[in-house]
């Protein structure tokens, strides 16, 4: 029997009390980006908790990252990545054990999305490149969510899923009649993340719903895809869905393109745990 998806909204919209993500975090996800909140408070916040901090300056000083020993100091990382980015890799840090708790490789899986998400929108030459990267980063938070507040039909999810070779996303809508997409757009929204960052998570498998943020979306689909064919990490099933069509045709990657982001999937998957540990 299906689980009703308002009482799983309303258990997945309290995710925000539990330990694995810290006070600070927790704090910050709360706070309403406005006129009267300075960076610098904001960055005061975030460097209360040492170890976050320490974890926060080894992920954007990884050489995979693009800024290798340039970026010293919170404040200096809020400069120059933004504060929706900040938040996404806060949030990731904090939720990096439970998603290898819920299925072993969704971090590398998560890691490499994240940074192919990235090597495409600079090709594109599209906006804010890092924004897409925190979408891609966290477009399965959704799965952390479920198992968090549901192990047991997460799980039942998952043996689904290996058993009749299935989707995950499958598994997961015959179970709690929504996916992980939808879960992760409920939960960024509630963080007050804007949509051009919720929609590409909320989106990445049904990329053309997207109305906001149509082709920050689609950017993450294909990366979500390209990463599962080059089988990098796992996302909770071995199967690789179709691209649309029409997302694939209008990102026209070249095949240099694809070679291109292909020798990314893997440097990144073979630095993946080091980017934290």
Not at 38 to 57: F, M, P, R, V
Not at 197 to 222: C, D, N, W
Request: charged letters at 25%.
């Amino acid at each position: 029997m299906k689980m009703n998806a308002q009482q799983i909204r309303n258990r997945i919209e309290q995710i925000d009390s539990i330990p694995t993500i810290p006070i600070v975090v927790r704090k910050l996800l709360k706070t309403v980006d406005s006129p009267s909140v300075s960076l610098g408070e904001i960055g005061e916040i975030i460097t209360k908790d040492q170890a976050l901090t320490a974890k926060l300056l080894k992920m954007v000083n990884s050489p995979i990252y693009g800024f290798p020993g340039r970026i010293s100091s919170v404040s200096q990382a809020l400069i120059l990545l933004g504060l929706n980015v900040v938040k996404g890799m806060l949030l990731s840090i904090s939720v990096f054990e439970m998603m290898e708790k819920t299925m072993v490789g969704l971090w590398e899986h998560s890691l490499c999305t994240a940074l192919t998400a990235r090597a495409i929108a600079i090709k594109k030459d599209l906006k804010d490149p890092e924004e897409i990267m925190v979408s891609g980063l966290l477009h399965d938070i959704g799965k952390v969510a479920l198992k968090i507040k549901f192990p047991d039909e997460y799980d039942k999810a998952l043996s689904i899923s290996e058993r009749e070779n299935r989707l995950i996303r499958e598994s997961e809508e015959s179970i709690f009649n929504i996916s992980h997409a939808e879960v992760g757009g409920w939960l960024t929204a509630k963080w007050y993340f804007p949509k051009n960052l919720t929609e590409p998570i909320a989106y990445h498998h049904r990329p053309m719903l997207s109305k906001e943020a149509p082709l920050r979306t689609g950017v993450v689909h294909v990366a979500d895809i390209l990463v599962r064919a080059r089988g990098a990490g796992f996302g909770g099933d071995n199967l690789v869905p179709p691209v649309n069509p029409k997302v694939w045709e209008g990102l026209s990657l070249t095949k240099s393109d694809i070679k291109e982001i292909m020798v990314i999937i893997d440097d990144t998957a073979s630095d993946a745990e080091g980017v934290l540990l």
